[in-house]
Each structure stands twice: as C-alpha cells, then as structure tokens.
C-alpha cells in the first residue's frame, strides 16, 4: 500500500509511534499532577495564567480572570469526609475543584459529597466541580449523586462534566498560543496520548486514511457502517474463545476458578496454581465496558503477609491494594513487562486481535505462572482450595 510505504519512508524523521507518554505510564495521580501543572500560573511552563483563563473558558465559566496570577493549584485534597479531591484551585472569589475519573468507578455519593465540601469552602465565592471521565459523555453514577441533585448544580453552574477527548480543543488553544516550544512539544505529546489511550487513535494519519478510503465510495460506507452496527456482537464472540484458549494452554496443576469476562464491571478471570493455597492469580475489569483492567493476586482467606507484597513489588513492579481480597494488583499497561496487555478494551484493538489469534490466553497464563514463582519463593498463603471456591 503507498500509505504504508511513505509512511515507512519518512518514519525516520516523524517517528510517529514515539511519545514520552508511554514511558510516563500516567495512573490518575500522575494525570492530575500534570492537570494541575498546566494550571498552575507559577508552574515551570512559564506562560503565567494562559492556560488555566483557557481551561476556565472551555468548561464556559463566566468567572473574572483577573487576578489569575494569585491562582493556587492542590492536588489530593483530604475532606472531613475522609475523601480527597484530586485537583482545587482557589482563585480570587472562586474555588474550582477537578474529580479526575480516566479509569476508576464512582464511589457511593461521591461527587455528592464533594459538592457538599465546595459549598462549605467557598459559601460566598463562586464554586464548581468538575467532573472529568475518560470518555467522551462520561458523567457521575446515580450512586455518587441524584440525577435531579445533579441537574440543579449544572443549572447553577456548580457542576460541569467533561472529558478527557473533550479537552483537546483546550490544549490545542494552549498549544496554538504556548510561547515555548518545549512546552508545546509536552502539549503535542499528552494530545497523542489522549487520542491513543481514551480514543483509540495511535496514528491520526493512518485514521485519516481509513476515513478518506471508507468515503470513496457508497458501499465502502455501507460496509463500514454495518461493521460499527455489530460491533458489540463481534467482540462478544471474540471474547467467547479465551475460555476455552486459557483451558487448553494452563499447564499440569493450574485451575480455572473463574471465568465471567463480559462487559461487566468486575468480570474477571481468576487462576488458581498448583502449591499456591489461598491466593489466586486474577486479571479484573473494575470499570465496565471492558475498562481500566487490573491484574495480581487475588486472596481468598488467609493471610497475605508484608513479605509476599515485598517479593511481588521486587518482582514486577510497586503494587497496590484494592481490599482485603485484592491486597495487591497493578494496572494492565502496554509496557507492564509481566503483563503487557492494553488496559482498556474499548479504545484498543490490541486485546482482540490477541484473542482471535489466540495469544492473549498464553499472556495470562505466563503471567500466572510467573506469579507462581514469585509466591512459592514467599511462602504462598494459607487458605485451602475450598476456600479459594468459596468466593
């Protein structure tokens, strides 16, 4: 194809797969981090108020921008509550909060209570809380706030809700008017990221090409449309075949405990191993529609000791703790080296073409049996088989 041969051709000078991002990994506080850095009129991109008077004209606040200078940008905020707001920033007579939301669910009243917090810390300023998805549309549960709670605050404009694709008209203003280039070049990269990670994109070119061939001519269109119609039913019966593909390729003594992969929140694949009581190794969605995928080992009684959590730490990575039943997991990444899977199915084609050709199961039985190792070496936990069952 010419496409594939120019691009090839010019691959030296574009490099157009390369993006700072994908060593960064961004989690949701490395992401706020960077929120609040462009944010930030004192932070070192050195163009002031800029980018906050943009941000502040993109989610159509019609509050003051003078006085920006002064602005103060916080990240994790602690509540009375005991919650934390992942992003304030307190201006001259207004407070805007930023609930970051790229990967995790909504906990029960979530932003209700936030609100509550903002009418309490600015009861006589202007106030908003922002609520900022992964996905264009993205709003709060009905178990973090009322629907009708959540119409008022909007109609005061106590509330906005948007979304990580809907912020690139913002950074791309604050692109188009950055006056360094180093600073644009970040822009340039976290846009990359953006449309990579919550779009789906990894190439604009190569999407653009896909449109102008699909637009050629009516049946190009009718095709591709009646495509986008089963899509939901094509990747169902993708997702159909791991079963079977984890069955066949686990090894003497490894068990399939559990298999509900679906578009559920919570679906999840868990594997017992052989000399291993008490834990399972588990991959989990903890966001519907095939989103924010995490992986490790999943207790099912028993204890799970600080050695355990050292050894698995050395052996792939800084872990964290979900609950008592996932006391350690990281999130699937591209670039995890134990487990390199993309963490959200809806954007990335990676996970079902792995599926169709029938070498996603073979990473998560690789995976299993590399946490294997690493437990035998800790000791293992304590609970019984029937345990593992029980749950």
């Not at 509540?79 to 201006?91: F, I």
Request: charged share 25%; hydrophobic share 40%; aromatic share 8%.
């Amino acid at each position: 194809m010419a496409f594939d041969a120019a691009r090839q051709r010019y691959n030296r000078r574009l490099a157009p797969d390369f993006n700072v991002f994908d060593f960064l990994a961004p989690d949701e506080l490395r992401l706020s981090s960077i929120l609040a850095w462009l944010l930030s009129p004192t932070a070192s991109h050195g163009q002031g108020t800029l980018f906050l008077a943009e941000f502040l004209h993109e989610l159509e606040l019609d509050w003051p921008i003078d006085g920006l200078e002064g602005a103060r940008v916080d990240i994790e905020v602690g509540t009375p509550e005991r919650r934390r707001v992942d992003l304030v920033v307190r201006m001259t007579g207004a407070v805007l909060g930023i609930e970051n939301k790229p990967f995790a669910a909504d906990q029960p009243n979530q932003v209700a209570d936030y609100l509550v917090w903002l009418d309490r810390e600015a009861p006589e300023r202007r106030r908003c809380l922002v609520y900022l998805a992964g996905t264009l549309g993205g709003i709060p549960s009905e178990g973090s706030i009322a629907a009708a709670a959540l119409v008022d605050r909007q109609a005061a404009k106590q509330f906005r809700a948007t979304s990580y694709p809907a912020l690139l008209p913002w950074l791309a203003r604050c692109r188009g008017l950055c006056g360094a280039d180093s600073v644009a070049s970040f822009i340039d990269a976290m846009m990359r990221y953006i449309r990579s990670q919550f779009m789906g994109v990894r190439d604009m070119t190569e999407r653009e090409q896909l449109v102008k061939t699909v637009r050629q001519s009516s049946d190009n269109l009718r095709s591709a449309l009646q495509v986008i119609k089963a899509a939901s039913d094509i990747r169902s019966s993708v997702l159909s075949t791991l079963e079977d593909q984890i069955r066949s390729t686990l090894p003497n003594g490894y068990n399939l405990l559990s298999y509900n992969m679906s578009e559920k929140q919570y679906s999840n694949v868990q594997i017992a191993m052989p000399g291993i009581q008490g834990i399972c190794f588990s991959i989990e969605f903890q966001a519907g529609d095939h989103h924010w995928l995490i992986y490790g080992a999943k207790v099912r009684g028993g204890d799970f000791d600080l050695e355990t959590r050292t050894r698995l730490d050395a052996a792939f990575g800084l872990g964290r703790r979900v609950s008592e039943h996932w006391p350690w997991h990281r999130r699937a990444e591209l670039t995890e080296h134990i487990f390199p899977v993309a963490g959200d199915w809806r954007t990335s084609e990676q996970p079902w073409i792995e599926m169709a050709e029938g070498t996603l199961a073979q990473k998560i039985v690789d995976a299993a049996q590399a946490f294997r190792e690493v437990l035998t070496a800790a000791g293992g936990g304590t609970a019984s088989m029937e345990q593992l069952h029980s749950r």
